[in-house]
């Protein structure tokens, strides 16, 4: 008996260690990015609709990591915490999700303004987690991801991905189907709880060409 318990102990190490290990190089590929013209269009993008950033200068990090064509967002219009380097692509789809999807569902549907974001970072240099197959680079590897956990409102209450994304709320629940609705046709890659455990507590928004949303 004792031997089998161990043998289940370690098999379900090694199942943990399989995804949470630190990300692993990749085979190298060169950091490929939006073009200067790309970005140059994209951060004149940014300034026509008032947001306020720091261009980031470009620089590679770790194989398969690095900053092309980023910024630091500054002032978007609402506050939001935790985000650093973001690729300016990925930047106008959030700025453009937040004002236009998530800050009228926050007033329409739940009657309070959105105070503020509750972000859990973009940049990252690390493999994706909890999918299968071999270790890949997240998107967060090139600042090409948000991720969000919750929304705060002017009235004080927290709408938190991990407790209330299945709110048994009828209106909590049509404020997470508005706002996951524009984001997949804003983003390429947008995966919520309904997607893996490793995604319970946050929306993972990336400005690619997947066209996946779950
Ligand atoms: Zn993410």
């Given at each position: 008996m004792r031997i089998i318990v161990s043998v289940l102990v370690l098999a379900l190490l090694a199942a943990y260690g399989r995804t949470e290990r630190p990300a692993q190089p990749t085979p190298s590929r060169?950091?490929?990015?939006?073009?200067?013209?790309?970005t140059a269009q994209c951060l004149a993008d940014l300034r026509e609709i008032g947001v306020a950033y720091r261009v980031l200068p470009d620089k590679e990090t770790g194989p398969g990591c690095g900053l092309v064509g980023t910024a630091q967002l500054v002032e978007i219009g609402v506050p939001v915490n935790n985000l650093?380097?973001?690729?300016?692509?990925?930047?106008?789809?959030?700025?453009?999700w937040i004002r236009n999807a998530v800050a009228p569902a926050a007033y329409q549907i739940l009657g309070s303004e959105l105070a503020r974001v509750d972000s859990m970072g973009s940049y990252a240099c690390r493999n994706t987690v909890g999918t299968?197959?071999?270790?890949?680079?997240?998107?967060?590897?090139i600042a090409n991801a948000i991720?969000?956990?919750?929304?705060?409102?002017?009235?004080?209450?927290?709408?938190?991905?991990?407790?209330?994304y299945r709110s048994v709320d009828p209106q909590v629940a049509a404020f997470?189907?508005?706002?996951?609705?524009?984001?997949c046709k804003?983003?390429?890659?947008?995966?919520?709880?309904?997607?893996?455990?490793?995604h319970q507590n946050h929306l993972h928004l990336e400005d690619d060409s997947a066209n996946f949303c779950r």
């Open positions: 060169p950091l490929v990015g939006p073009s200067v013209r790309e650093t380097a973001v690729r300016c692509g990925e930047a106008r789809a959030f700025v453009g299968a197959g071999p270790a890949r680079r997240s998107g967060h590897a991720d969000v956990g919750g929304f705060v409102l002017k009235d004080g209450r927290r709408i938190s991905v991990l407790t209330d997470w189907r508005a706002i996951h609705t524009s984001a804003r983003f390429g890659t947008v995966l919520s709880p309904d997607y893996n455990a490793a």
